[in-house]
């Protein structure tokens, strides 16, 4: 059976890494959360204190330190997801942070912050075998993914889900912060010069605002399944 590559992109807290996370399971695919990759850098940024308190970024002392940005992903046997790691150390949790979500976007419009990125996620995605979930996974990472998903839901959904995530792992954030942080992303990450979240042509579109995960999961596979069986 070929092993070909599938790109999930959309806005955030639309379920993506849910889906992408389950598809790559059942297919035995290795799954890749970009967006782990630009929180990942977000908070080296913070650590290094090249965001200040307004979160303004530091351009020109991020891009010299880039090169001291090193990422690799680390399968944990536990979550059954691979997961992020900046400079050796496994940083999954913090990355989750709401400091890191407020400041992320500002960190991933730097032209040279997704040139290191994308070259690194080609790389992980050029022997196929992947879902990969991002933003622009399928207009500018794979633009030749086999299957190509766009998700969306409305901005109630998203902040619903997102809100009671955060609540589950302990964090206290009002609902209203978390929408108002879903969109101020939303806005950076559509109109940003360089390469802003946009639907591929050939995507499929899924509105899952009134679906279930089983019923997202379901269509996706048939989808898959048609390619592979083409
Ligand atoms: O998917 P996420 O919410 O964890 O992504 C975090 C941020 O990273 C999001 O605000 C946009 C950015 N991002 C991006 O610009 N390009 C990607 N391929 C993935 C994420």
Do not use: W
């Amino acid at each position: 059976m070929k092993r070909i590559s599938i790109a999930i992109d959309g806005l955030s807290a639309s379920g993506k890494s849910t889906l992408a996370q389950g598809v790559a399971r059942a297919l035995n695919y290795l799954y890749i959360d970009t967006g782990a990759m630009y929180r990942a850098v977000t908070l080296f940024a913070l650590r290094e204190k090249l965001i200040d308190r307004e979160g303004q970024l530091d351009e020109e002392g991020m891009k010299a330190a880039l090169p001291r940005v090193y990422l690799t992903f680390r399968f944990n046997p536990g979550s059954g997801k691979s997961e992020v790691c900046l400079n050796g150390r496994n940083v999954e949790k913090e990355i989750r942070s709401h400091e890191v979500s407020r400041h992320v976007s500002v960190v991933a419009r730097l032209p040279e912050v997704r040139e290191k990125l994308v070259l690194a996620q080609r790389r992980m995605g050029e022997t196929g075998g992947v879902v990969m979930d991002g933003r622009d996974i399928g207009t500018v990472v794979l633009p030749d993914a086999e299957v190509k998903f766009f998700m969306t839901a409305s901005i109630e959904a998203r902040g619903q889900r997102r809100f009671l995530e955060l609540q589950r792992k302990g964090r206290s954030v009002s609902l209203e912060d978390v929408v108002d942080n879903l969109k101020e992303r939303d806005r950076i990450d559509s109109t940003r010069d360089h390469s802003p979240l946009m639907q591929a042509e050939d995507a499929i579109v899924i509105d899952n605002s009134d679906l279930s995960i089983e019923q997202q999961f379901d269509h996706m596979m048939a989808c898959v399944q048609q390619v592979l069986h083409a």
